[in-house]
């Protein structure tokens, strides 16, 4: 390793280590309570749940409250997705490095890295399974732990068969890159472009706990929100100096190891290929979440009706509006961010350096799948409803 680059790791682990976020972040974990903040905004209003649909400019204050809460449940819930199978593959990854020469310094940072991965997890968790458990008295968007061999993306456009080859690809990565150095180092790309649309996203949360009034007094879940996107910042720096640097340091890469890195960064555009209108920044397969958003429309918050609610959906996913065309320009900004940082990658193929299939995602296509979708959607909806119907007329005549 140069020693410009051995500079650069170890300016950037020893202010991660001085200035680690974690701590505070546990400290004020322990003390939330949802009562005691459940009439604040956690961030701007424009990231809440389906924010700029039919359904945000019918809801009252209250709800649209409420709204904003859920999406920082449902967008940390997707982090934790994310921060899991981070903790997994820095492992590997640093397995794969620590047999080079005084390459130390990048497998301490990794430890840091994923024990504070552990404290975001947890206080991702405490927070939101307070939160739905209070408003809902159930968990929706939140879910049991999950191993790091899944889908990264919760709501993903996906069946049975792709996500059991995903957890093939996924074992078989860990395996090769924990003894290949050229692919422990490349899957810092694939990290740094995910920790990249995280930062697009998580400096807009983070900004409403430093723009407020009376910090000391914010919301807890805002403080959270700040403290992680700190820790995540220097994150980012040690994926793009693994990635862009300490590979430099390598021999070029074989055949198969080229072929093996190009295939990570395309899942990667996959995974990110779709936008949500219910999440802006959170790179969604809608119609996978059509099953959540109907759980929380007929519970008693907003007390719709099966047709109500499927009603109000229809208007929220298929038709445009201002939080569509919201989230497709946060996928264009994160495209083109992705571009810029894969851009003097030479091993990459050019479509991945220029992002192609990410192009393909459009509002028209958008719109497209959400009609058909939504089509599927409802009918088995009604089939529910009538097998129910049916059942309990069986009850009442039987008695």
């Known amino acids: 390793m140069n020693p410009t680059t051995y500079r650069k790791l170890k300016i950037n682990h020893t202010r991660n280590k001085k200035q680690d976020h974690t701590t505070l972040m546990n400290e004020v974990v322990d003390k939330f309570n949802y009562e005691k903040c459940k009439h604040e905004y956690w961030q701007s209003e424009e990231f809440s749940l389906l924010y700029g649909t039919?359904?945000?400019?019918?809801?009252?204050?209250?709800?649209?409250?409420?709204?904003?809460?859920?999406?920082?449940v449902a967008y940390y819930s997707q982090i934790v997705s994310a921060e899991i199978a981070t903790i997994y593959f820095n492992q590997t990854s640093a397995t794969g490095i620590y047999a080079h020469e005084?390459?130390?310094?990048?497998?301490?940072t990794l430890d840091l890295e994923s024990a504070q991965e552990r404290s975001h997890i947890h206080a991702f968790r405490t927070i939101s399974k307070q939160t739905e458990l209070a408003l809902f008295g159930q968990e929706i968007f939140t879910y049991p732990m999950r191993t790091p061999f899944t889908e990264t993306m919760v709501y993903a456009d996906t069946n049975f068969l792709k996500t059991w080859w995903k957890k093939i690809q996924l074992q078989y990565f860990g395996l090769i890159s924990a003894n290949n150095t050229?692919?422990?180092?490349?899957?810092?790309?694939?990290?740094?472009?995910?920790?990249?649309?995280?930062?697009?996203?998580?400096?807009?949360?983070?900004n409403f706990y430093q723009k407020h009034p009376d910090q000391a007094n914010a919301p807890i879940p805002a403080k959270v929100s700040y403290y992680h996107f700190m820790d995540e910042s220097f994150h980012f720096n040690s994926s793009t100096i693994i990635s862009h640097d300490v590979i430099k340091c390598l021999?070029?890469?074989?055949?198969?190891?080229?072929?093996?890195?190009?295939?990570?960064?395309?899942?990667?555009q996959k995974d990110h290929f779709h936008f949500s209108a219910a999440m802006n920044g959170i790179f969604w397969y809608d119609p996978a979440l059509y099953g959540?958003?109907?759980?929380?429309?007929?519970?008693?918050?907003?007390?719709?009706?099966?047709?109500?609610?499927?009603?109000?959906?229809?208007?929220?996913?298929?038709?445009?509006?201002?939080?569509?065309?919201?989230?497709?320009?946060?996928?264009?900004?994160?495209?083109?961010?992705?571009?810029?940082?894969?851009?003097n990658l030479d091993y990459l193929w050019v479509k991945n350096r220029e992002?192609?299939?990410m192009k393909g995602s459009s509002l028209e296509r958008y719109?497209?799948?959400?009609?058909?979708?939504?089509?599927?959607?409802?009918?088995?909806?009604?089939l529910s409803h009538a097998e129910t119907q049916r059942r309990r007329e069986e009850v009442v005549y039987y008695g």
Not at 191 to 201: E, Q, W
Request: glycine share 4%; hydrophobic share 35%.
């Open 251 to 268: 021999p070029p890469p074989t055949k198969f190891e080229s072929l093996v890195a190009n295939l990570g960064v395309w899942g990667c």
């Open 355 to 357: 992002m192609s299939l």
């Open 54 to 72: 039919p359904l945000w400019s019918q809801s009252t204050p209250s709800q649209k409250t409420i709204l904003n809460h859920l999406y920082w």
């Open 182 to 206: 050229f692919l422990a180092c490349q899957y810092f790309t694939v990290r740094g472009i995910r920790t990249l649309n995280g930062k697009l996203v998580q400096h807009k949360l983070s």
């Open 102 to 108: 005084n390459f130390r310094l990048i497998c301490d």
């Open 292 to 343: 959540k958003v109907y759980q929380v429309l007929r519970s008693p918050i907003f007390d719709l009706s099966d047709r109500d609610a499927k009603e109000m959906m229809k208007r929220c996913f298929t038709q445009e509006s201002e939080g569509l065309h919201r989230s497709f320009l946060t996928h264009q900004e994160a495209m083109i961010s992705y571009q810029v940082y894969v851009d």
């Open 367 to 382: 719109l497209e799948i959400q009609k058909r979708e939504f089509g599927k959607f409802t009918r088995m909806k009604d």
